[in-house]
């Protein structure tokens, strides 16, 4: 079941012009386990009524190049019973919101589209779209069961909805729980998801009905996210930009799950390895400023997942990139469709692994607790008076400190470049890829300007330069599963090929890798 929680700012338009605020969690569940989580103990124990059934129909309306979605928008027309009503939403966070997206809503006559009525109050990013270019795009059959749970810190509003997308001659299924809260605490949303994972597994999803439908109509894999600029003001104190910087890595983790679950674009893997290891990065130096234990708890339950993921993104590389390189240049060298046969069933092997993690409940207790961690901005709870202090400093000072003390281990672990080990350089490699996220994080904080971009840019090309170093040194292991006694003369030809192109390439790197050294080892410091 996936989890999906939101804060959603709606702009009724027949309520006038103020604007409210809906806090929702909504998780998406198998469609025979549906009826057993919605009845369970967690749920009736709080339940005040059986609650009220009804059938919920929506047809997505776009303009045929998709002005809307690529805008960041989308607009649906729902029927509810007799009543009709056109609702558009953000795609994307509103005011650097954790789980938020902008809604505005007006009442229509009938199932087709009016966006005229709602001119007055879209933003200004809104697409001028005429209203005869809008087509149908897909539509939503919904049976929704509504009932009121009553906690002792919220009272929550649940929805049980089960369906299905239609898009031309496809479907897929609607099998959701959607917690909204009326009053009271948004943890408590947090709490009672704890609390019904421990029913199954659950996968913890920002992925709405309308990204789901797009791709359906347009037979799609999930869209990847990659990480974006730090939004966090220089003014701002250390505990809002940690509480930014946090939030901003759990949503990059969470928007780009999808993807890597289904499995067809391999940037999904890589991107959900990304945002953990920045997870990881910004965890450890809470864990060691503040003192914060659950940060070192966090960082490990990160480290653990992405572990889960190494295999699957060795595979893709080695299938993407490194055969398709060797065998362009050399398409003689040997079997190279009975490597990729042989390799694609290792990934195959691989991505079972990342799916069985993301499934596992300690994946989703990370996810949601962290989410937690994050709402209530736990880390201040039990922290000493310096800690405190630091917190509610301005986090420019404590952004170069940070800074300060990475980029002198990366220049500790690179002293004596050219002489390194196969594991130092590794070691060299971690060290400055934890630089380059806290570089992201951290440098727009501290320092901006022509010598912030050089100093990030050099550090760049250096991580890309150590990251082929060390792609060509797991080649020889992804080799060896392959190249058994069993495997064709063939499949072990192309091997041979492989490990001669990447011995040249290497001897070239090597230079390269020196010239990238020297050069971001004589770098001015920009803090």
Same mark, same amino acid.
């Given at each position: 079941?996936?989890?999906?929680?939101?804060?959603?700012?709606?702009?009724?338009?027949?309520?006038?012009?103020?604007?409210?605020?809906?806090?929702?969690?909504?998780?998406?569940?198998?469609?025979?386990?549906?009826?057993?989580?919605?009845?369970?103990?967690?749920?009736?124990?709080?339940?005040?009524?059986?609650?009220?059934?009804?059938?919920?129909?929506?047809?997505?309306?776009?303009?045929?190049?998709?002005?809307?979605?690529?805008?960041?928008?989308?607009?649906?027309?729902?029927?509810?019973?007799?009543?009709?009503?056109?609702?558009?939403?953000?795609?994307?966070?509103?005011?650097?919101?954790?789980?938020?997206?902008?809604?505005?809503?007006?009442?229509?006559?009938?199932?087709?589209?009016?966006?005229?009525?709602?001119?007055?109050?879209?933003?200004?990013?809104?697409?001028?779209?005429?209203?005869?270019?809008?087509?149908?795009?897909?539509?939503?059959?919904?049976?929704?069961?509504?009932?009121?749970?009553?906690?002792?810190?919220?009272?929550?509003?649940?929805?049980?909805?089960?369906?299905?997308?239609?898009?031309?001659?496809?479907?897929?299924?609607?099998?959701?729980?959607?917690?909204?809260?009326?009053?009271?605490?948004?943890?408590?949303?947090?709490?009672?998801?704890?609390?019904?994972?421990?029913?199954?597994?659950?996968?913890?999803?920002?992925?709405?009905?309308?990204?789901?439908?797009?791709?359906?109509?347009?037979?799609?894999?999930?869209?990847?996210?990659?990480?974006?600029?730090?939004?966090?003001?220089?003014?701002?104190?250390?505990?809002?930009?940690?509480?930014?910087?946090?939030?901003?890595?759990?949503?990059?983790?969470?928007?780009?799950?999808?993807?890597?679950?289904?499995?067809?674009?391999?940037?999904?893997?890589?991107?959900? =390895?990304? @945002?953990?290891? !920045?997870? /990881?990065?910004?965890?450890?130096?809470? &864990?060691? +400023?503040?003192? %914060?234990?659950?940060? #070192?708890?966090?960082?490990?339950?990160?480290?653990?997942?992405?572990?889960?993921?190494?295999?699957?993104?060795?595979?893709?590389?080695?299938?993407?990139?490194?055969?398709?390189?060797?065998?362009?240049?050399?398409?003689?060298?040997?079997?190279?469709?009975?490597? =990729?046969? @042989?390799?694609? !069933?290792? /990934?195959?092997?691989?991505?079972?692994? &990342?799916? +069985?993690?993301? %499934?596992?409940?300690? #994946?989703?207790?990370?996810?949601?607790?962290?989410?937690?961690?994050?709402?209530?901005?736990?880390?201040?709870?039990?922290?000493?008076?310096?800690?405190?202090?630091?917190?509610?400093?301005?986090?420019?000072?404590?952004?170069?400190?940070?800074?300060?003390?990475?980029?002198?281990?990366?220049?500790?672990?690179?002293?004596?470049?050219?002489?390194?080990?196969?594991?130092?350089?590794?070691?060299?490699?971690?060290?400055?890829?934890?630089?380059?996220?806290?570089?992201?994080?951290?440098?727009?904080?501290?320092?901006?300007?022509?010598?912030?971009?050089?100093?990030?840019?050099?550090?760049?090309?250096?991580?890309?330069?150590?990251?082929?170093?060390?792609?060509?040194?797991?080649?020889?292991?992804?080799?060896?599963?392959?190249?058994?006694?069993?495997?064709?003369?063939?499949?072990?030809?192309?091997?041979?090929?492989?490990?001669?192109?990447?011995?040249?390439?290497?001897?070239?790197?090597?230079?390269?890798?020196?010239?990238?050294?020297?050069?971001?080892?004589?770098?001015?410091?920009?803090?």
């Amino acid at each position: 079941m996936t989890l999906h929680l939101e804060h959603t700012a709606s702009a009724k338009a027949s309520g006038g012009n103020g604007a409210s605020t809906e806090t929702e969690l909504k998780l998406i569940v198998p469609a025979d386990r549906l009826a057993a989580l919605s009845s369970s103990d967690v749920i009736e124990r709080h339940a005040r009524n059986r609650g009220t059934v009804r059938q919920l129909n929506a047809v997505y309306y776009d303009t045929p190049d998709r002005a809307l979605w690529r805008a960041g928008f989308v607009l649906r027309v729902r029927k509810k019973g007799s009543r009709y009503t056109m609702t558009v939403k953000s795609t994307g966070p509103v005011d650097n919101d954790l789980l938020g997206r902008g809604e505005w809503e007006a009442s229509v006559p009938g199932i087709e589209p009016a966006i005229a009525m709602l001119a007055s109050q879209l933003p200004q990013d809104f697409p001028d779209v005429a209203q005869e270019t809008l087509r149908p795009i897909f539509a939503t059959e919904v049976r929704r069961r509504a009932r009121m749970l009553d906690l002792p810190d919220a009272s929550i509003e649940l929805a049980v909805d089960e369906g299905r997308i239609v898009a031309d001659d496809r479907t897929a299924p609607i099998s959701e729980l959607e917690f909204e809260l009326e009053s009271g605490e948004p943890t408590a949303l947090y709490d009672l998801a704890l609390d019904l994972i421990e029913h199954g597994p659950a996968d913890v999803s920002l992925r709405s009905k309308a990204a789901r439908g797009f791709d359906l109509a347009l037979d799609r894999p999930p869209a990847y996210v990659k990480p974006g600029k730090s939004g966090v003001d220089r003014k701002a104190s250390l505990d809002d930009a940690l509480a930014s910087i946090l939030g901003a890595s759990l949503r990059h983790l969470l928007e780009n799950k999808p993807a890597a679950i289904d499995g067809r674009d391999p940037e999904g893997v890589h991107q959900v =390895r990304v @945002a953990l290891r !920045r997870l /990881r990065a910004i965890l450890k130096v809470m &864990a060691k +400023a503040i003192g %914060a234990p659950e940060a #070192a708890v966090f960082g490990r339950d990160a480290r653990w997942l992405a572990s889960q993921h190494g295999d699957a993104r060795n595979w893709d590389v080695f299938l993407c990139e490194t055969i398709y390189a060797v065998e362009r240049s050399c398409p003689e060298g040997g079997d190279f469709n009975a490597l =990729r046969d @042989a390799a694609s !069933r290792q /990934r195959e092997g691989g991505y079972a692994k &990342a799916r +069985a993690a993301l %499934a596992d409940p300690r #994946a989703q207790r990370f996810q949601l607790m962290l989410a937690r961690w994050i709402e209530r901005r736990s880390w201040g709870f039990a922290a000493p008076e310096q800690a405190l202090s630091t917190l509610k400093a301005p986090a420019g000072g404590f952004a170069a400190t940070v800074l300060e003390a990475q980029h002198r281990k990366v220049l500790k672990r690179g002293k004596r470049f050219n002489r390194m080990s196969t594991e130092q350089r590794h070691e060299l490699r971690l060290a400055v890829k934890k630089l380059r996220y806290l570089t992201d994080f951290l440098l727009p904080i501290c320092a901006t300007g022509k010598k912030a971009a050089a100093y990030a840019k050099s550090l760049s090309r250096l991580q890309d330069g150590l990251g082929r170093y060390n792609d060509m040194a797991t080649t020889a292991s992804l080799l060896q599963a392959v190249a058994n006694d069993e495997a064709p003369r063939g499949l072990h030809a192309a091997c041979g090929a492989i490990r001669g192109w990447q011995a040249r390439d290497l001897a070239e790197l090597e230079t390269g890798l020196q010239a990238l050294w020297d050069k971001f080892r004589d770098h001015k410091k920009p803090w």
